[in-house]
């Protein structure tokens, strides 16, 4: 038996704006990715940059340019979370998509992307279900997921319009940058 839970997102005014747009069906999805954007900066401040920005994910960019097989990709990454004694959920997303980036031969790019896109599949995922049928948001659960897929492409797409440094300082640059253009709802 599973103990799995959903966590909605706090009731601060930056969410409530964030949560009146989200599956909101007279907002497009540009606008909707922008505010899930603006209040996850706004409620974390610096820490979700430095949590993104963590020297153990910079390091898991430079191994999916190094591994061909995403398992051992993936144990080089937790053997150096594990020296580090860190963990995060943010973490936890890097694996993900280190894996994922590993088996589509995509690099430092496909992982960078990933990560942004399995950020945003976070912040959408942790409200989105409760809005599922209600007045003037998503019908179905197959509108929802489609919903949130083009989020999870939208961050990905901007994550893609910047160059990609594994190098500590790069890394941090290249996450502000990123974080910059989604909360701006705009690419470069």
Same mark, same amino acid.
């Not at 051992?72 to 594990?82: G, K, M, N, P, T």
């Not at 959920?89 to 590993?102: E, M």
């Given at each position: 038996?599973?103990?799995?839970?959903?966590?909605?997102?706090?009731?601060?005014?930056?969410?409530?704006?964030? /949560?009146?747009?989200?599956?909101?069906?007279?907002? /497009?999805?540009?606008?909707?990715?922008?505010?899930?954007?603006?209040?996850?900066?706004?409620?974390?401040?610096?820490?979700?940059? =430095?949590?993104?920005?963590?020297? $153990?994910?910079?390091?898991?960019?430079?191994? #999916?340019?190094?591994?061909? $097989?995403?398992? &051992?990709?993936?144990?080089?990454?937790?053997?150096?979370?594990?020296?580090?004694?860190? #963990?995060? $959920?943010? &973490?936890?997303?890097?694996?993900?998509?280190?894996?994922?980036?590993?088996?589509?031969?995509?690099?430092?790019?496909?992982?960078?992307? @990933?990560?942004?896109?399995?950020?945003?599949?976070?912040?959408?995922?942790?409200?989105?279900?409760?809005?599922?049928?209600?007045?003037?948001?998503?019908?179905?659960?197959?509108?929802?997921? @489609?919903?949130?897929?083009?989020?999870? /492409?939208?961050?990905? @797409?901007?994550?893609?319009?910047?160059?990609?440094?594994? =190098?500590?300082?790069?890394?941090?640059?290249?996450?502000?940058?990123? $974080?910059?253009?989604?909360?701006?709802?705009?690419?470069?």
């Amino acid at each position: 038996m599973g103990t799995s839970t959903n966590h909605s997102s706090p009731k601060t005014p930056n969410w409530r704006l964030a /949560n009146a747009s989200l599956g909101n069906i007279n907002i /497009n999805i540009s606008r909707q990715s922008q505010e899930i954007w603006r209040a996850a900066i706004a409620d974390r401040g610096d820490s979700l940059a =430095d949590a993104l920005g963590d020297p $153990l994910l910079a390091n898991a960019c430079s191994l #999916a340019n190094k591994y061909v $097989l995403p398992s &051992l990709a993936v144990q080089e990454y937790e053997r150096s979370i594990f020296i580090a004694h860190a #963990a995060s $959920l943010f &973490l936890d997303l890097g694996r993900r998509a280190l894996a994922r980036s590993v088996a589509k031969k995509t690099g430092m790019s496909g992982f960078a992307s @990933e990560l942004f896109a399995e950020t945003a599949g976070y912040y959408a995922s942790r409200d989105l279900p409760s809005f599922i049928g209600a007045p003037g948001r998503v019908e179905t659960v197959s509108k929802a997921i @489609e919903l949130k897929e083009q989020i999870l /492409n939208r961050a990905r @797409e901007t994550a893609k319009t910047y160059s990609v440094k594994s =190098d500590s300082q790069g890394w941090k640059n290249y996450i502000l940058k990123v $974080l910059n253009s989604l909360q701006k709802g705009s690419t470069k």
